[in-house]
C-alpha cells in the first residue's frame, strides 16, 4: 500500500507527569480525527496508546506508543510517552524524534512542579513544545494561578494561547488570543463561535498583552508596534507564533478536557498552522551537514513483539526507506506503521516520518542508521541506575536462557542494566525504580516464559584487621604411604590504610624456603583472603614471607600453600578482623525548597554531607553531595521521590570502604551467620 500524499506531517511527542491524562489525549486525539470509531478508556484498558500486557495490567504506560491519524490534511504520528519517572528514559529516547511536544498536565499546582526535569530535558534539545492543561472539568484553581505555577519551572516563557471560559470548576470554553474570537465547547462537536464574554474581558486583555509582550521579545518589528499602540495584525502574531516556538523560544498554552475532547480540536489546529515542519526539525538536527539523497535514520524506540520479533521504530531526518534498503549494513526486514501494537506494512516512505524497521539485528535504541555511512547524530544520555534486585530463575535449568533474555530486554530498555556481582556471584538486575522493575521481570515471565524470585542484594561487606601478627607458624605435613608433603612458613601479617590493597613479600634469606615454593605460600595466603575470619574478601592487608623449612623429598608447592592457610589461619584471629562496608559518593539533585528534607534524608541514613550548592545551569534546583553507605541505599530513591513530589534524583559511585561502627557489624554478624552467608533477603 502507497501512502497518499499530503500536505504536510507532524510528529508529536506527548508527554507530562503520570496520570496526567497523555493516553487519554491521545485516544481523543484519534478519534476527533477520525482515526478510531470509539473512544478507549484507559480505565477499561482498551486505548491504542496502553496497547500491551504489562501497561494494561497497571493501568498505566510503560513505554512509548505510536499511533497515525490525519488532520485537514496534515498527516500526524503522535507518539504517547510514559509519564512516570521511572521510564523516563522511553520519552527522553523519542522526543528526540519528534518536531513537537504536548507537555500535558493537571491544575494542581503541586502537580505543575513536577514538569520541571522534562521541561529542562526539552529545553536542553530545544525541542518545541505547547502545554495542555488538562482536567479543565475539575479546575479549582484560577487559570491565571495555574499559569503563575506553570512559568515557575520553565525557563522558556509561557504564553497563553487561549483563555479558557470556565463555569465554576468546569471548562465551557475559550478565547483565542490571537482572534480574541471566543468559543463553546459541545460534546461530540466542534466548539461554536460566541459573543465575547464581556466578564473576562479584562483578565483575556492582561494574558494577550503578556502573550504579545513575549512574542515581542523576539521581533523588534512587533514591539515598535506594541510600543506605538498599533493593532499587530493576525498574521504577524501567528507567524511569530510559529517561529518562536519552532525555536523553542516561547511555549504556548492550551486548556482542555481531554475526556470530553474539549481543547483538542484547537490543539490539532495550533499544531498544523505553528508546530514546525520535519524539515525545519531535520535541519535542526542534521546541522550544516550537507544535503543529499543518503539515508538517514535514528532509532527512537526498540521493541520485541510478543512474537519474538525485533521492530525498531525510527525517524527518517534525510532520503527515504524502502523496501529492503540496507542501513549500517543490515537489510530491513519490512517497515511499518505502527497503531498501538497494531502494524500495517509500506513500501517506502520518505523523509520526516516516524515509522518501524524489522529484523535491525544489532542496531540500538539511539543509534544513527544510513546507507552510506553518515556521521553520528547526538542520542540522548542513558539514565543511571538507582534501584536493584538480584534475580533468581524460578526454574534451576532457565539460568542459560536468562542472559540471552536479559539483553533483549535491555535493548527494549535502555534505562536497565545487569551484572554478576563479583563477590556475592548474584545477579543483580538495576532500574529506575520498583515499578520499573517490576516490568522488566512481567515482561521476562510473559514474553520469554522466565519466572524470576527476587530479594535484595547482598551488600558486598570485605574485611580488614586492626592490629598486626608477627612470626605467624603455619606447619603443613602429612604422612600417608608413598612420599609425604612438607612446608614450614611464619608469616608477618599487617594491616594497611583504606584501598591499599594487599600485598606480599617475602624477605628469606639462605633459601629456608626454597624460590620455587614461594609462589605457593603466596596463592595459600590469597585463597585465606577470598574469605576472612568473617566470611567477607579480606583486603587492606600486607603479608610477609619471613622464614620457613623445607624437606628435600617430601615438599611441594601444594604443601607450602597449605602451610600458608594454616598461619593465615592462626595469625588472622590475632589481628582483630574487622568489617568493612561500601561507600558511595552520592550528588542528589532536587528543587531547592526539599534541600533540608534531602539533608535530613541522607543523615537519618548514616550520611554525611559533604556539602551543597545551586545548580548552575537549572535555576532553583539544589545538589546536595554526601558521603552513604551503601547498606542504606536500597529504597533510597523511593524515599527520596517521596519527600520531593516524586522529582528528586541522584548520582552515585562507589567511593571507599569504610569500617562499619560495632554495634552495627555485630548485627549484620549475627543476622549473616559467620560463614560469608551474606544474605540480607526481605
Ligand atoms: N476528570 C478528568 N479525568 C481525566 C481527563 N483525562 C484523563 N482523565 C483520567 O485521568 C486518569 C489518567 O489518565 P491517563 O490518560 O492514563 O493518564 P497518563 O498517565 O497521562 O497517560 C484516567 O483515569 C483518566 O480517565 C479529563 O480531562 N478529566
Ligand atoms: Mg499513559
Not at 517490576?438 to 558486598?460: E, G, S
Amino acid at each position: 500500500m502507497n501512502e497518499k500524499v499530503k500536505s504536510g506531517s507532524r510528529n508529536v511527542a506527548i508527554v507530562g507527569p503520570y496520570l496526567s491524562g497523555k493516553t487519554t489525549l491521545l485516544e481523543s486525539l484519534l478519534f476527533v480525527t477520525g482515526a478510531i470509531s470509539r473512544k478507549g478508556s484507559v480505565k477499561d484498558s482498551n486505548t491504542v496508546g496502553d496497547s500491551s500486557q504489562e501497561a494494561r495490567d497497571r493501568q498505566m504506560s510503560v513505554e512509548v506508543s505510536t499511533a497515525n491519524t490525519e488532520y485537514n490534511d496534515t498527516r500526524f504520528t503522535f507518539i504517547d510517552c510514559p509519564g512516570s519517572v521511572e521510564f523516563a528514559q522511553e520519552t527522553y529516547n523519542a522526543l528526540i524524534g519528534v518536531d513537537a511536544a504536548i507537555v500535558v498536565c493537571e491544575p494542581i499546582n503541586d502537580r505543575v512542579l513536577t514538569l520541571a526535569p522534562l521541561f529542562k530535558f526539552l529545553d536542553d534539545w530545544e525541542i518545541p513544545h505547547l502545554v495542555f492543561v488538562n482536567k479543565m472539568d475539575r479546575a479549582n484553581i484560577h487559570v491565571l494561578e495555574t499559569l503563575h505555577a506553570l512559568k515557575a519551572v520553565s525557563s522558556r516563557p509561557l504564553v497563553a494561547h487561549q483563555y479558557p471560559i470556565m463555569r465554576e470548576e468546569q471548562l465551557i470554553g475559550f478565547i483565542d488570543l490571537v482572534t480574541e474570537q471566543a468559543y463553546h465547547y459541545h460534546s461530540g462537536a466542534p466548539a461554536d463561535p460566541v459573543p465575547f464574554p464581556e466578564e473576562l474581558k479584562e483578565e483575556e486583555h492582561i494574558a494577550r498583552a503578556e502573550m504579545l509582550e513575549a512574542l515581542a521579545n523576539f521581533d523588534d518589528h512587533l514591539l515598535e508596534e506594541l510600543l506605538e499602540d498599533i493593532e499587530p495584525p493576525q498574521e504577524e502574531i501567528l507567524k511569530d507564533l510559529k517561529m518562536e516556538l519552532g525555536a523553542d523560544l516561547v511555549v504556548p498554552v492550551f486548556f482542555g478536557v481531554a475526556e470530553q475532547d474539549y481543547g483538542v480540536r484547537p490543539l490539532l489546529e495550533a499544531l498544523v498552522r505553528e508546530a514546525p515542519e520535519p524539515e525545519t526539525t531535520a535541519e535542526r538536527r542534521l546541522g550544516s551537514s550537507k544535503k543529499d539523497d543518503t539515508t538517514i535514520a535514528q532509532v527512537l524506540k526498540t521493541y520485541y513483539t510478543p512474537q519474538g520479533g525485533k521492530l525498531s521504530l525510527v525517524r527518517v531526518w534525510q532520503g527515504k526507506l524502502t523496501d529492503g534498503i540496507v542501513l549500517n549494513g543490515v537489510r530491513a526486514g519490512g517497515i511499518y506503521h505502527l497503531m498501538g501494537q497494531q502494524q500495517h506494512q509500506i513500501n517506502q516512505v520518505g523523509a520526516g516520518e516516524i515509522v518501524a524497521l524489522s529484523r535491525m539485528e544489532g542496531i540500538k535504541t539511539g543509534d544513527t542508521i544510513s546507507n552510506n555511512a553518515a556521521k553520528e547524530l547526538p542520542k540522548t544520555g542513558q539514565l543511571e541506575p538507582v534501584y536493584a534486585l538480584a534475580i533468581i530463575p524460578e526454574k534451576r535449568n532457565d539460568e542459560v536462557k536468562l542472559s540471552g533474555a536479559i539483553t533483549k530486554l535491555l535493548e527494549e530498555d535502555p534505562s536497565l542494566a545487569w551484572e554478576q556481582h563479583g563477590d556475592t556471584h548474584e545477579v543483580i538486575l538495576w532500574g529506575q525504580g520498583e515499578i520499573h522493575l517490576q516490568v522488566a521481570l512481567d515482561r521476562l515471565r510473559r514474553k520469554y516464559n522466565l519466572p524470576m524470585t527476587t530479594h535484595l542484594p547482598q551488600i558486598p561487606y570485605k574485611e580488614t584487621i586492626r592490629k598486626p601478627a608477627s612470626s605467624v607458624h603455619g606447619r603443613y605435613k602429612h604422612q600417608s604411604g608413598g612420599h609425604g608433603q612438607f612446608g614450614d612458613v611464619y608469616l608477618d601479617i599487617q594491616p594497611l590504610s583504606r584501598g591499599e590493597g594487599f600485598n606480599f613479600k617475602e624477605t628469606i634469606v639462605g633459601g629456608v624456603v626454597p624460590k620455587q615454593y614461594i609462589p605457593g605460600v603466596e596463592t595459600g595466603v590469597r585463597e585465606f583472603l577470598a574469605h576472612g575470619p568473617l566470611g567477607f574478601p579480606v583486603v587492606d592487608v600486607a603479608v610477609t614471607l619471613t622464614n620457613g623449612s623445607y624437606h628435600t623429598v617430601d615438599s611441594s608447592e601444594q604443601a607450602f600453600k597449605q602451610a600458608a592457610r594454616v598461619a593465615m589461619q592462626t595469625g588472622m584471629t590475632q589481628c582483630q578482623p574487622t568489617l568493612l562496608e561500601p561507600i558511595l559518593r552520592v550528588q542528589v539533585t532536587a528543587p531547592s525548597e526539599f534541600t533540608s528534607k534531602v539533608m535530613q534524608l541522607v543523615t537519618g541514613r548514616r550520611g554525611q554531607i559533604l556539602g551543597y550548592e545551586a545548580i548552575h545551569d537549572w535555576q532553583g534546583w539544589d545538589s546536595v553531595t554526601a558521603y552513604l553507605p551503601q547498606a542504606e541505599m536500597h529504597n533510597f530513591i523511593v524515599e527520596l521521590r517521596s519527600q520531593t513530589l516524586g522529582v528528586g534524583s541522584f548520582h552515585w559511585e562507589f567511593d571507599h570502604l569504610q569500617e562499619v561502627p560495632d554495634k552495627l557489624a555485630e548485627r549484620i554478624l549475627t543476622t549473616n551467620g559467620s560463614n560469608g552467608g551474606n544474605g540480607n533477603s526481605k
